[in-house]
């Protein structure tokens, strides 16, 4: 029995070692000057296709950042998130995606055509790629830092309905869900707290919260953990029946710019969701969010090491995967 147990050990052991060489070999194929040789001016041309778009509607920065966190979190980043299905069974098609912004669909495809339109560019350059690029761009263009983004990414062939089940955090999540589920893909909780600053620049239907302002429980129709001017300031943007389609900043304070608002609305109680407020009540978390509050430049370094994290999450590399000539289906 013991030597059974022993040998059983091992092999989960073997399994382990097997699974991180295998990521390990996955993210060192990927580089920052990947396209060096093949389209050297990939970046500028993504970067002047999104700056187009986001000074068309700023809905392209939050929609385009969201967009990214999506795929890397169902599949891995391998702009899976992209396909579309005359069926409706894509990633994109589950109820977790329908709220994905248009604008940020738009501004991959426009991006895609801009690296396209150079010959020696053509189809070289993955959609997964163009992603992360103009993730970087909308972050920056929004008052956010610049950073180097490892390039290097092949893209899926595969969206399903049913790979985004339980694979994105809910609103209501709290920080044990958001850690078991940050910690899955290789993010600490640190990364997970430093993403989660991205809602800075977010928005949501007021469906995600409406809980909160109106019918948390019998004893109080508002959440206690919510500041109640707050509350009720939501309460006239989102009346009991509102228009679906109706959306607010996330960040009442600054919402067009990449900062810190977000951690000091924290500690004011004005997280919009549940799983916002939580990581300053929690204790675990909330030396980070005072640090982030309390500090710019921390919150953009500890930003910029996780969206890198993310960046690596499931990545196809190599002979895997495809580069799509259309992002929204497969060759």
């Known amino acids: 029995m013991e030597g059974t147990r022993r040998t059983t050990l091992v092999l989960l052991l073997l399994a382990c070692l097997l699974f991180l060489s295998l990521l390990a070999t996955a993210n060192s194929q990927l580089r920052t000057d990947f396209y060096k040789d093949t389209c050297p001016n990939v970046e500028s041309l993504v970067r002047s296709a999104v700056a ?20 890397c979190f169902v599949r891995g980043c391998d702009a899976s998130v992209l396909l579309f299905s005359p069926s409706g069974k894509a990633e994109k098609d589950h109820p977790d995606d329908l709220s994905l912004a248009g604008d940020a669909f738009d501004t991959v495809i426009k991006a895609k055509a801009a690296v396209d339109s150079d010959p020696n560019c053509r189809n070289k350059v993955s959609c997964a790629d163009i992603l992360a690029l103009a993730t970087r761009d909308v972050v920056a263009l929004s008052g956010g830092p610049s950073y180097a983004v490892e390039l290097g990414r092949r893209d899926g062939r595969i969206s399903t309905i049913a790979g ?18 940050f910690t899955s893909h290789g993010l600490t909780q640190t990364d997970m707290v430093a993403l989660s600053g991205a809602h800075t620049i977010g928005f949501s239907h007021c469906k995600a919260f409406s809980k909160r302002i109106y019918n948390f429980s019998p004893e109080n129709p508002i959440d206690p953990t919510l500041d109640r001017s707050y509350a009720f300031q939501l309460r006239t943007m989102c009346p009991i029946n509102v228009d679906p389609n109706i959306a607010v900043g996330m960040d009442p304070t600054s919402p067009r710019t990449f900062d810190n608002a977000y951690f000091k609305n924290l500690r004011q109680s004005k997280g919009l969701f549940i799983s916002d407020q939580i990581l300053f009540n929690d204790a675990r978390s909330r030396a980070t969010v005072d640090l982030f509050a309390s500090n710019n430049a921390a919150f953009n370094e500890a930003f910029v090491a996780a969206i890198t994290k993310l960046g690596r999450v499931g990545v196809k590399t190599g002979n895997e995967g495809e580069i799509r000539r259309n992002c929204a289906a497969i060759n």
């Open 52 to 71: 187009n778009k986001f000074q068309q509607t700023f809905a392209t920065a939050s929609g385009t950042l969201r967009l990214f966190f999506h795929d």
């Open 164 to 181: 985004v089940q339980h694979s994105l955090p809910h609103p209501d999540f709290s920080l044990d869900k958001l850690n078991t589920m």
